[in-house]
């Protein structure tokens, strides 16, 4: 199995510019989670998909992200426009069972807005 | 809803030494524990997890953690720490009571090896 498989690794892009980060999960898994990380905050849960739905967004800190699932294999999370302070690593993560195998993380995406 | 502590953003051991993380949950049902560890420029790679049974849990790369209830706790340890084990780690714990948040995250304890 590759793993949960992210791109691009690195972005870099300018303030106001729209920002597309891909995710493809394990296959078979039905969670899938996105998270950020930054050194000021550490890990920060974004958004959470069950089966495709979307279960808890509460982690998305405006209405500039979004993030949709549109089926079990590809997951989407965008920005727009995005800023500054969105620099961060944001990772993808999935898991068969949400709590009893835990999760695996792909390598992320580092994101540079200048 | 589960909180986790771990105490130490940076540890320094030496070449050899033994390696203690240290981790403390709160969480108000049976808890699931994990922990990861994040080299550079890598995602978070699984440990070990504690679900159910055997209180004391082994790892790859030579870890183990142990679970203690009257604690709270759930300690990362190492006899021998190898300069290869320099790395972020992470202790998490699990929302059983069917939250939606999932697995809860400290902020991480940064593992320096001296020669």
């Known amino acids: 199995d590759a793993g949960v498989i992210q791109s691009p690794r690195h972005e870099v892009t300018e303030m106001g510019q729209e920002v597309t980060l891909r995710c493809k999960p394990i296959s078979g898994h039905n969670s899938l989670f996105w998270y950020r990380q930054t050194m000021m905050r550490g890990l920060e849960l974004l958004i959470y998909f069950n089966n495709n739905v979307p279960i808890d967004d509460s982690g998305m800190p405006e209405d500039r992200f979004s993030a949709k699932m549109p089926n079990a294999s590809f997951s989407t999370l965008k920005i727009q426009p995005s800023e500054p302070r969105d620099s961060a690593v944001y990772f993808c993560?999935?898991?068969?069972?949400?709590?009893?195998?835990?999760?695996?993380f792909g390598s992320g995406t580092r994101l540079t807005v200048v | 809803a589960q909180s986790v502590t771990q105490l130490g953003s940076h540890v320094s051991v030496s070449e050899g030494a033994l390696v203690l993380l240290r981790c403390n949950y709160s969480?108000?049902?049976?808890?699931?524990l994990f922990w990861y560890v994040q080299y550079p420029n890598q995602g978070l790679q699984l440990l070990l997890k504690?679900?159910?049974?055997?209180?004391l849990v082994k790892g790859i790369n030579g870890f183990e953690a142990e679970f203690k209830k009257s604690e709270t706790s759930f300690h990362l340890t190492k006899p021998s720490a190898h300069m290869s084990d320099a790395a972020e780690y992470f202790c998490a714990v699990s929302d059983l009571g069917g939250g939606a948040d999932g697995l809860t995250f400290g902020k991480g304890t940064h593992l320096i090896i001296q020669p």
């Open positions: 504690y679900t159910t049974g055997a209180t």
């Open positions: 993560a999935s898991s068969l069972d949400r709590d009893y195998y835990g999760y695996t």
């Open positions: 969480s108000s049902v049976p808890p699931y």
